[in-house]
């Protein structure tokens, strides 16, 4: 049985940081692509980084330089650490496992899971 379970998330001011997690069971976790992606309040869907199962990364221009994505395989887990974070990065934050890493983050495909969410106050 797959499961994706997201954990990490949070109320924290503007400035602040999080560092969510991202546990894999039922696969094989170094053959995955790995990625997360966020929905805002009243917004679409938004790929923010992802990372292949070679260990490219692609990132969305908004959160580069703030927002670092890491994978260890010892744990089947990923990671997103997100720093300088703004109130415009509220929303619930979902784990992408096995689906498409690619250069316009569209994280098709894959399993998801039921999200963590985020709150950042100004």
């Known amino acids: 049985q797959v499961q994706v379970v997201e954990s990490g998330g949070g109320s924290v001011q503007a400035g602040g940081s999080l560092r969510l997690s991202c546990t894999v069971s039922?696969?094989?976790?170094?053959?995955?692509?790995m990625g997360w992606f966020r929905q805002a309040p009243g917004k679409e869907r938004e790929g923010l980084s992802c990372?292949?199962?070679?260990?490219?990364?692609y990132n969305l221009a908004s959160v580069k330089g703030r927002f670092t994505i890491s994978r260890d395989s010892t744990k089947n887990t990923l990671y997103l650490d997100m720093n300088s974070l703004k109130p415009e990065d509220t929303g619930m934050y979902y784990c992408?496992?096995?689906?498409?890493?690619?250069?316009?983050?569209?994280?098709?495909?894959?399993?998801w899971g039921q999200g963590t969410r985020v709150t950042v106050s100004s």
């Open positions: 039922g696969l094989t976790f170094n053959a995955l692509n």
């Open positions: 990372v292949s199962w070679s260990g490219n990364t």
């Open positions: 992408a496992a096995g689906a498409s890493c690619t250069e316009n983050l569209l994280l098709r495909g894959g399993y």
